[in-house]
């Protein structure tokens, strides 16, 4: 049973709070604990160990792991009915009480909890998706083996037909593949990098193949040669993670689009892999699921959606990253 005395000591650590928040809106395991809080696997255990000791947080075992909760939040179906059901003591009651009134003021205190939250709800996605990803793999295997006539290029030709005619930009757009291949639906498309050499490129392909709607156009994507209001579409696709500051480009991003407007962004998940840095002239070696949605809020945009994608199964696993959002 926990007491006010003993919550007071194990509240005494704002990381240890920051645990108690967490536990107290979803069960975790250490693993999603330490991606959650970027601490060590020992800080975080230690941490629940001392939270144990004060009667403040319960665990269950599931598959190879441990799931910790707030203690008494949890549901488990071999709990002794009649324990379930007895009356808690005043003493019980009165620390209870304690704890979810100091929970209620640690949120508005401490100044991770908010990103914790946020950051919990991408850890809880993930674990949906690799249930998902399993029942996938014993539906069958089609999908999985060559199949003749399938490719991403027609599949998604395919798909831009079902897009109205928009005028979108391409924001580091490089030699204009991805360009090129909206123009085939898209009213005009302005595609615009910072290399010379790439927008020439690009600019030779488009006269090659007859493509008069696409305009290339050299800037930064953190300041755009494109008037306020002009667009109704914007992509970054594999490009914002080499902008020296992401933030300002997608804030340009919000300049350009007319309300109503979408932006689509397709990047990397954040890695480790620093090679990167001097192999593809990277600045930033990916983006978390948190880190673009705070930067999509900041610039104003609205219904925000993450999702990951592909993983390479190849060293150093480049994992792919999209977002949407309207202006």
Known sequence: MASIVKILRAAADPNRLRILLLLQAEELSVAELQEILAMGQSTISTHLSQLRQAALVEDRRTGKSNLYQLKGTGFSPYKNVAESERALAPEETSADNFLDNLLTQAATEIPEAQADQAAMRHVLKKRQDRMRSFFDSVAGRLGKDYVPGKSWKSL????????????????????????????????????????????????????????????????????????????????????????????????????????????????????????????????????????????????????????????????????????????
């Open 156 to 327: 998604a030709e395919a798909l831009l037909r079902l897009m109205p005619p928009l005028v979108i930009a391409d924001l580091g757009a490089g030699e204009g593949a991805f360009a090129l291949l909206l123009a085939q639906r898209a009213a005009r498309v302005i595609a615009v990098d910072s290399s010379a050499k790439m927008i020439e490129v690009g600019r030779e392909q488009a006269s090659r193949h007859g493509i008069e709607n696409i305009e290339f156009r050299l800037g930064d994507m953190e300041d755009l040669p494109i008037g306020d209001g002009a667009v109704d579409l914007v992509f970054f696709s594999q490009s914002l993670h080499h902008a020296l500051h992401p933030d300002r480009a997608v804030q340009q991003a919000a300049r350009i689009l007319r309300p109503g407007g979408r932006i689509v962004i397709l990047d990397l998940h954040q890695h480790r892999y620093e090679e990167a840095r001097e192999l593809y002239a990277d600045q930033w070696l990916g983006f978390s699921e948190t880190a673009l949605e705070a930067m999509l809020g900041h610039a104003g945009f609205r219904n925000i959606e993450t999702t990951l994608g592909h993983k390479e199964p190849e060293t150093p696993h480049f994992q792919t990253l999209l977002a949407t959002a309207d202006k």
